[in-house]
């Protein structure tokens, strides 16, 4: 009798993970199965399959072709940062808009809005839905020289730009810098060589990429955050039950303070001579530099591309103003 009880049990247990629906996720991570960020969606799939969705995950250290794989149908879904998922939602893309979250504690304040279930609409576009948006680390300039610590020390200089990032490029181009097309996977190489002056890339690429031997004895990092980069996971939005999505965003959600932790490990772990400390005032003139840029590109005007979801930057313009009220944008005649 005993054992019949356990066998009924036993089929009890593992009756919802049968039944749990597959969904195949390209996770896309510079360093593949071993990286950090992989290994975090891990951890997102596994507390997914208490919610009757069991993900098959294929990693990619090339985020093109994960993302390609995903346009062929070959994936139900993808993670990769939101510098290549903007196309499939352009307000969560919007994010990574330049100098537009000087703080992590800004970003917290977006992703616990944007987490709750009254923003669920937003997270659907085009055919597809954002089912989770996990911190990936802001976006630092890596130069070969320290000298190059203001916008005017750019001009001139060559500064690998991810070829398919538009924002980027307009940037480069405002600062007189000049535009050598890049992907994910060549940017280091070419900053190390020394093919480029300045290279774009959160803390971890330090270590991870080698920067460390681009910058020398000569360079560093600018410490100032450039923009606040997200692994984002996309679906079809029929993959998952609206309720499905709206439990995946909340799995994602909490994972922050994980996500968190290792980015500020992995800036720990630059060594403290290698940052370029840059003065508050001049802070100050790349914030209002910053921002005109993103009015432009949120317009389209001065031939800037138009890339910018303007809901997305009036939001993050009122956690900017939240949080730093005295900033002279906040009574900016044409504020976000």
């Known amino acids: 009798m005993f054992r019949k009880s356990l066998t009924a049990l036993t089929l009890a247990a593992v009756a919802p993970l049968a039944s749990a629906q597959s969904v195949k996720l390209c996770v896309f ?11 975090m969606v891990k951890d997102y799939a596994l507390e997914m399959k208490g919610h009757g969705v069991d993900f098959d995950l294929k990693p990619y250290t090339d985020e093109g072709v994960a993302v390609g794989d995903f346009n062929a149908g070959q994936c139900d879904a993808v993670a990769a940062t939101d510098l290549r998922t903007r196309p499939f939602n352009r307000f969560t893309g919007t994010i990574s808009a330049v100098g537009a979250l000087p703080t992590y504690d800004d970003l917290k304040t977006l992703l616990a809005t944007l987490a709750q279930p009254k923003a669920a609409p937003l997270m659907k576009q085009n055919g597809y839905e954002v089912l989770g948006i996990i911190p990936a680390g802001a976006g630092y300039l890596f130069v070969n020289d320290r000298s190059i610590d203001t916008a005017g020390e ?18 480069v ?19 190390n060589n020394g093919s480029v002056d300045t290279a774009y890339a959160p803390a971890f690429a330090y270590e991870a990429l080698e920067l460390y031997k681009g910058i020398g004895d000569k360079g560093g990092v600018v ?7 997200t692994l984002q996971i996309i679906a079809r939005d029929d993959v998952l039950s609206d309720e499905q999505a709206q439990q995946s965003r909340d799995v994602a959600w909490a994972m922050f303070p994980q996500a968190m932790d290792l980015i500020h490990g992995q800036e720990k772990a630059i060594p403290e001579d290698k940052w370029i400390r840059i003065p508050e005032k001049d802070i100050r003139g790349y914030q209002e530099m910053f921002r005109q840029n993103r009015l432009e590109m949120r317009d389209g005007v001065n031939g800037a591309p138009d890339v910018y979801d303007p809901k997305m930057l009036g939001l993050m313009s009122k956690i900017r103003c939240a ?13 976000e």
């Open 29 to 39: 991570d510079v360093i593949g199965a071993n990286g950090d960020f992989y290994n």
């Open 154 to 171: 750019l001009a001139g200089k060559r500064m690998a730009t991810l070829d398919y990032q538009k924002d980027a490029i307009h940037m």
């Open 173 to 191: 181009n405002f600062v007189k810098a000049t535009v050598v097309p890049s992907d994910i996977t060549n940017f280091a190489g070419k900053f």
């Open 223 to 229: 410490d100032y955050p450039l923009a606040q980069l």
């Open 323 to 335: 949080s730093n009220p005295a900033a002279s944008e906040c009574t900016a005649a044409n504020r």
